[in-house]
């Protein structure tokens, strides 16, 4: 046996014997990237931070480039300007949204015992009328009631506890946003250095030019794809919280900011996250008049196809080229595992795996001679197949 062959095995076996490894361990590799993600979190925040808004920064630093006296410091400036600009943005959303948000959670609170207690003689009006429903409604009551009180006693306290703890994070959380804030501007400044670091330590490792490329050329789409996705569906998720906000003034329907909110902040999650910000929406304009859960209802399906058929369409455009199958799919496989975030960026992340899995088939389909479009592999695939075969035997015996 060559030592090539030697070399070969025993790579494999190793990677065998990592595979079964990491597959025994399968929990314990969880929590300590867990841990690792955990302690960095500013880090990929900040990271986060620093893609989206490179684009802001690259603006200012082209325009002030133009300008002599500016053109030495463009770089610094521009980070200066974009920093501001972050902070003024922010601090302008909390001057006039939060204190609405607080004067209507707050008169939510107030009045929702008495909705709840409103809606309840309804019910009971309701159910005295029509004795047939009266059983059927009174055991679900009981069974929710059971429920209730079920989950009084056993999670109410670990309820209160995590909501406590909560609370306690909320400085630790301003920390972390501060410092994620700082690294935002770090990479910013010098965004190419830490790029070519990353470029260097990559052909470090990797010596093949073709799989080099390779890889640059997925990168480069991902990018497409995640600046792409990403950006333009917050823009359509704010505009679709400004149409909805602005909509519930004019017809003057209860809590118009924090439905309008909700509806904007889950319109980010593709397809379920109209549904996902409705739902909770209709039922809180429930409470109050069922007259304006109605119209809330019907405003929110066509503002969602107008969403999906105009606004999203011309923003989004077909930034990654998946089908609704595959769509449904990356959202619930990264919901899962990511919770919110993984609705967010699942679809371009599907999409950036879904285009390498196609490149790698369609370049072993091209090594052994067969189309690369989806079209081609129909019901007579086959024939045509053992058909071109046959050619190409006659072919060799003539």
Known sequence: MNKSKFMTYFMSLAAAILLLFSLYH????????MAFFSAL????????????????ASFFERHLKKIKKLSRFARPVSVLITSLAVVAVFALLC??????????????????????EEQLDRLQ???????QFASTATNLVESAENMLMTWIKTNLLATISNIATSVMSVGSAIV??????????????????????????????????????????????????FGGFISGKLLDSLIVGIICFVFMLILRLDYPLIISMIVGVTNIIPMFGPFIGAIPCAFLLLLVDPKQCLIFIIFVVILQQVDGNIIGPRILGDSTG???????????????????????????????????VK???????????????????????RASLKSGDDHSENAEDK
């Open 26 to 33: 399968l929990g314990d590799i969880k929590d300590a990237f």
């Open 41 to 56: 979190q500013p880090l990929w925040v900040g990271i986060a931070f620093a893609y989206l808004l490179v684009p802001v």
């Open 95 to 116: 001057a006039v949204l939060l204190p609405q948000l607080v004067t209507s959670v707050s008169d939510l609170a107030g009045k929702l015992p008495g909705m709840l």
């Open 125 to 131: 009006k309701f159910l005295a009328s029509n004795n």
């Open 176 to 225: 972390n946003l501060l410092l994620a804030f700082i690294i935002t501007i770090y990479l910013l400044l010098d965004r190419e250095r830490y790029l070519n670091q990353c470029r260097k330590l990559f052909h470090t490792v990797s010596r093949n030019e073709r799989v080099n490329d390779a890889v640059y050329d997925t990168l480069h789409q991902a990018n497409k794809m």
């Open 322 to 356: 998946l089908s609704s199958l595959y769509v449904t799919i990356a959202i619930l496989l990264f919901g899962s595992l990511f919770g919110f975030i993984g609705m967010i960026i699942g679809v371009p992340l599907f999409a950036t795996i879904y285009y390498v």
């Open 359 to 381: 490149r790698v088939a369609e370049y072993l389909l091209r090594k052994r001679g067969l189309p690369t479009e989806t079209a081609a592999y129909g019901p007579d695939f």
